[in-house]
């Protein structure tokens, strides 16, 4: 096993691989910002090193400074975490060439599956269903148009190297789609730095439903189930939950079926997620892009099946084989997790950094965990994302996992900044949600309009 790894990366999920290789006796370093001196992930880790002022560019993007602090502390491997460099081929290639392992899949098949053009093409040629829409990428509004027309409309504009819901815009006439492309495409550019775009047709209602897979160096490949992700605002996840009610026992089977071979046809290393479009009516499902990293929502997906999927990426990244088979994996019960954010839901979820006054964490009984990097004292910085916490909870059946994360969130105290805390209650308390009856658009389209008449 490695001796030392980096984590290139902050907050909760930073505190979270801490303490997974402290559990397998393997020693850490912590990168941190200027502005991050004081966070939880600098104290916990075995050693710490600045990489730079505040803004991300200067410190977590900064590959140079992540690299020299490898180099200085020995590390042996770096992990990413889920954001920053995660997903950055570039950066797999640099610890590639120094000889620091990088804790995920190879530079080769993140640029395959980044791109989504050409993960769409793969996924086509493995035998994975796709959605109808353009088979290369799209430069201009006219070409858009065409395609438009052809694969019939709504249809949904995406960045071709995009990712977090930037460069996406739904365009239901041909009215609307040459202002919605121009501004898809600069979104795009400014994000990532290309501005092409590809167009599918919109499935629409659709559930968002993900599969985990893991897969070693030796050619194993196994699911670990599916999430449910399509309670979302902006293309942003809110709230996930495993099994989905959306799927019987057919359907899953060929959903996580189509996620292994389609994590099989680029030879996948360490933990991804293949993410597909459901049409719940019609029991069809389409492939909509991969994620090569481990997600925000990993936690669910942990107490249904029993593994530690943080675990399984550093053994993996060792050489080791996959500690189980697919036969091994046994799902039992539901879970939730719900995203605790520094914002204010009242005012377009605007951010709200600020120094916590007063702190308590839900805690106590079976099947409940909180994953933060906060604590009483503690000021969230204005620089980076909102999210502060993840509750998770876990129940014999979905009815019991829903009472407990009600539970959990009536509990959870957290004064000195706004949070969704209070949002997150009455979405988990919704009937709808309650009664398993939402898609991607119920979030947006349904809950929050009725929330926001709400008086405070």
Known sequence: MFNKILIANRGEIAVRIIRAARELGVETVAVYSQADQDALHVALADEAIC?????????????????????????????????????????????????????????????????KINARARMRKAGVPVTPGSEGEVYNAEEALSIA???????????????????????????????????????????FG???MFIER?????RHIEVQILGDQHGHVIHLGERDCSLQRNNQKVLEESPSVAIGQ????????????????????NAGTIEFLLDEKAGEFYFMEMNTRVQVEHPVTEFVSGV?????????????????????IVFRGHAIECRINAENPKFNFAPS???????????????????SAMYSGYSIPPYYDSMVAKVIV?????????????????????????????????????????????????????????YLKQED
Do not use: W
């Open 250 to 269: 057919t359907l899953r089977h060929k959903i996580t079926s189509a996620a292994v071979k389609a994590a099989q046809a680029v030879n996948y290393e």
């Open 394 to 450: 876990h129940g014999e059946n979905r009815f019991e996992a829903l009472m407990k994360m009600q539970r959990a969130l009536m509990e959870f105290e957290l004064e000195g900044v706004t949070t969704n805390i209070d949002f997150q209650l009455e979405l988990i308390s919704n009937a709808q949600v309650i009664a398993g009856d939402y898609d991607t658009g119920f979030l947006g389209n349904v809950f929050l309009p009725e």
């Open 149 to 191: 027309e052809r694969i019939g409309y709504p249809v949904m504009l995406k960045a071709s190297a995009g990712g977090g819901g930037k460069g996406i815009r739904k365009v239901t006439s041909s009215e609307e789609l040459v202002p919605a492309f121009n501004a898809a495409t600069a979104e795009a550019k400014a994000a």
């Open 353 to 371: 950094p600020g120094k916590i006054t007063t702190l308590f964490l839900p805690s106590g009984g079976v099947g409940l965990r909180v994953d």
């Open 51 to 115: 990489i730079g002022p505040a803004r991300s560019n200067d410190s977590y993007l900064n590959m140079n400074n992540i690299l020299e602090a490898a180099v200085a502390t020995h590390a042996q491997a770096i992990h990413p975490g889920f954001g920053f460099l995660s997903e950055n081929s570039k950066f797999a290639r640099l610890c590639e060439e120094m000889n620091i392992k990088f804790i995920g899949p190879s530079a080769e098949v993140m640029d395959a599956m980044g791109d």
């Open 202 to 206: 919109m499935i629409y209602p659709a």
């Open 194 to 196: 290309n501005g092409a």
């Open 308 to 328: 530690d999927i943080v675990k399984e990426q550093i053994r993996i990244a060792y050489g080791e084989p996959l500690s189980k088979k697919q036969e091994d």
